[in-house]
């Protein structure tokens, strides 16, 4: 888990760590499964270190038994950087590209058939993101980011038959 | 109802059998040097309570296919059944019964009438059938309400949302208990909301017991199918089932760890 999430997560309001996982459960809905539960604690305790948060001493019971945590001022500084921050996940698709060149290079596999098991495997996740999608609630955090991954996924079924299309004109000239 | 009640009963004691099936489906345009292979010797067969889509780029022969299989269209050769009974060599008049009462079209642009509100479009099939107006009225109701547009039941075409027209459709063509609803790009002119909508209808009808077939390029009704097949230069050429296999973790379609 990225720690700028966890530390955005914390700008609201100085919070516990089962109410920032409860935020981002809120977020991700069922694609929250993919938060292990443990692994916020570690984050936090990174952070911590990193001077990034601290404990609110008020809320704090000095047994520990209950930790609130809190930005500090560079913990404040580091959130308002990376929501100005412009990045973006690069489509890694240079893998797949090279792997039907070598196939039909080398004569050890047909590329159409790499497309066609690779297409199955997409209209799978598809139907799984969809599926999940049709389930949420009306105005749902969550319905919004699986309409993200499922028109990745239609992009990528898209560029997946432009390269059969290729492939298949190649196949018939030679 | 009974009889729907009937219907579904039967459909769902009988999956797994062909309900709709061709073999060495053709039709040719042209002749000589300009012939054209519409749709190339298809065998298929769709199962009772599938849903089957049938994808390819445009032009590859796949809404010819579909008004073949609903008679739409007159094959070039081959064979055609539907539910036990052989529908390749019908007259004008036996295909248009057929098509009254044994299948529902669902189309791209919704066809419905424009000067006629909401159920009275889904009404009209069941009239020309030669229901009582009554029960016309009852059926039309009853279908709007499983559309979820109960409340739109008086409204023009032009006052509805283009999902809330193709669920009409979608209603209308259900309207006579076909055996079969073929739909050709239903979601055709729906934007990513509105396909939602109709994708979830077919996702209930499907789990009700009807049988589909959807012509699409939209993946994403493909993905809800039970089985795609893929079509090129009227041929099909290669098909992928869906349902069974593997059920995939949602946890993979993200990355949190970095």
């Given amino acids: 888990m990225q720690q700028e999430v966890v530390l955005a997560m914390l700008a609201k309001e100085p919070s516990q760590g089962y109410q920032l996982r409860a935020r981002l459960n809120d977020a991700l809905g069922p694609l929250g499964e993919a938060l292990n539960a443990g692994q916020i604690y570690v984050v936090l305790g990174r952070l ?24 500090t001022a560079m913990g404040q500084e580091r959130v308002s950087e990376w929501l100005a921050e412009v990045s973006w996940p690069k489509p890694d698709l240079a893998e ?20 066609d098991a690779q297409r199955r495997e997409l209209l799978r996740r598809l139907r799984d993101a969809q599926r999940a999608e049709m389930e949420e609630p009306d105005g749902s955090d969550a319905a919004l980011l699986l309409e993200g991954i499922v028109l990745r996924l239609q992009a990528d079924l898209r560029w997946l038959e432009a390269c059969e299309g290729t492939w298949t004109t190649r196949r018939r000239k030679q | 109802m009974k009889e729907e009640a009937m219907r579904k009963e039967e459909a769902m004691t009988n999956v797994g059998a062909a309900l709709l099936r061709t073999e060495g ?24 309570g ?19 299989l609903g ?6 050769g081959g064979e055609l059944w539907l539910n036990g009974r052989r529908i390749d060599h019908l007259s004008e008049r036996g295909l248009a019964n057929l098509r009254r009462r044994e299948i529902g079209f669902v189309f791209q642009a919704y066809h419905l009438m424009d000067e006629l509100t909401a159920r009275e479009n889904v009404e009209l099939p069941a009239l020309l059938a030669g229901r009582s107006p009554r029960r016309a009225r009852q059926r039309a109701l009853a279908l709007l309400d499983q559309v979820g547009l109960a409340d739109r039941g008086n409204h023009l075409p032009s006052a509805l949302s283009g999902g809330q027209r193709q669920r009409v459709a979608i209603a209308r063509a259900l309207v006579n208990e076909p055996l079969v609803v073929l739909a050709d790009e239903p979601t055709g002119n ?69």
């Fill in chain 1, 96 to 115: 797949f590209h090279l792997k039907l060149i070598a196939a039909a290079q080398a004569g050890l596999a047909d590329p159409i058939s790499i497309v």
């Fill in chain 2, 71 to 76: 008679g739409l269209d007159q094959p070039s």
């Fill in chain 2, 190 to 258: 729906l934007d990513s909301a509105a396909t939602l909508e109709v994708l979830r209808l077919f996702d209930h009808l499907h789990a009700s017991g009807l049988t589909l077939v959807i012509v699409t390029h939209d993946e994403r009704v493909a993905a809800t199918a039970d089985r795609i097949a893929s079509m090129r230069d009227g041929a099909l050429v290669d098909e992928t089932r869906l349902t069974g296999g593997t059920q995939g973790n949602l946890r993979d379609l993200i990355s949190l760890e970095r």
């Fill in chain 1, 48 to 71: 911590e270190k990193a001077g990034l948060i601290g404990l609110d001493g008020d809320a704090t019971t000095r047994d520990h038994e209950r930790k609130v945590y809190v930005l």
């Fill in chain 2, 50 to 68: 599938e849903t089957l889509a049938i994808m390819g780029p445009s032009g590859c022969g796949k809404s010819t296919l579909l008004h073949l």
């Fill in chain 2, 25 to 48: 489906l053709r039709k040719e345009y042209g002749r000589d040097e300009s012939l054209v292979r519409a749709v190339d010797h298809v065998d298929l067969e769709v199962a009772r």
